[in-house]
């Protein structure tokens, strides 16, 4: 593809203006980041691994009628998705206590919530994306209660999807972050999910060991970021299994 002009460069991705109006070409870094950026690493592979699951999230969604930006897959490393207008909102759901949630609650981690929790954070890295209510979205016009219901609507339906997807495959979706933004058609306005859906953005725990497959191996040290997305790419189906070794043929006496 020809030069592109770059729009905007985040902590794990870069954005081009699309080949038409109104599309943006999303390319996956290989950077990692947390505690708001104050951990830093080049996790080789992260980013392939990213786009395609992300890809096949988008596609499972976008076949059970839940609205994103994801077009096509161009190639390795990047995505083609509709531009959207985003609404400045983290929207996190919750299914067992971790993270800052078991910090704030004083809740032991992988204790199972009565039913879904969904909470906004204002997306500003410079404040730390702090936990806000629907009293301040309200009042500072980041969304309006119309917005509001069709995003808990969207977060909910991304939940039980991706809760299913998870769970046929032995994986146990603790929490997950999503984003949203505006399209226009003609008129007519409405919310779409966008950004991406990997294991960067959620908190995903082997159902029989526990064992963690998500960005926590990056923030707590726990070993091989890419080794653990590969077990989710792999497990998902995603990526091809690595080829068994075939064992070379004895001599039956
Ligand atoms: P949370 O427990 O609030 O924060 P932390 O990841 O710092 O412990 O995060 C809940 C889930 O949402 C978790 O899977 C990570 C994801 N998330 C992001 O991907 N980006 C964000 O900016 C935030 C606030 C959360």
Redesign the pocket.
């Known amino acids: 593809m020809a030069r592109r002009k770059k729009i905007y460069e985040g902590k794990a991705k870069i954005l081009y203006e699309g080949p038409e109006p109104g599309t943006i070409v999303q390319y996956f870094k290989d950077d990692a980041t947390a505690f708001n950026a104050e951990k830093k690493a080049v996790i080789e592979g992260k980013g392939v691994l990213n786009n395609r699951l992300s890809e096949f999230f988008m596609t499972g969604l976008a076949q059970i009628g839940v609205p994103n930006h994801f077009i096509k897959r161009l190639n390795m490393r990047e995505q083609l998705v509709r531009s959207a207008e985003i609404v400045p909102l983290?929207i996190?759901v919750?299914n067992y206590a971790?993270?800052?949630?078991s910090k704030r609650l004083g809740l032991e981690e992988g204790t199972q919530l009565p039913r879904p929790i969904v909470e906004y954070?204002y997306k500003d890295d410079s404040l730390g994306?702090p936990l806000v209510t629907e009293e301040h979205i309200a009042a500072f016009g980041w969304a309006s209660q119309q917005d509001m219901d069709d995003i808990l609507s969207l977060a909910l339906r991304v939940n039980d999807f991706l809760s299913g997807v998870m769970m046929a495959v032995g994986i146990r979706l603790v929490?997950?972050?999503i984003e949203v933004g505006r399209v226009y058609d003609g008129d007519f306005q409405r919310l779409i999910v966008a950004d991406e859906i990997s294991p960067?953005?959620?908190?995903l725990w082997d159902i029989e060991t526990g064992q963690k497959l998500?960005k926590d191996v990056f923030r707590r040290d726990l070993g091989s970021l890419t080794d653990a997305y590969t077990e989710v790419a792999q497990r998902l189906g995603v990526m091809p299994r690595k080829a068994t070794p075939v064992s070379k043929p004895t001599l039956i006496n």
């Open positions: 983290e996190i919750r971790a993270g800052t949630m954070c994306d929490d997950f972050k960067d953005s959620c908190r998500d």
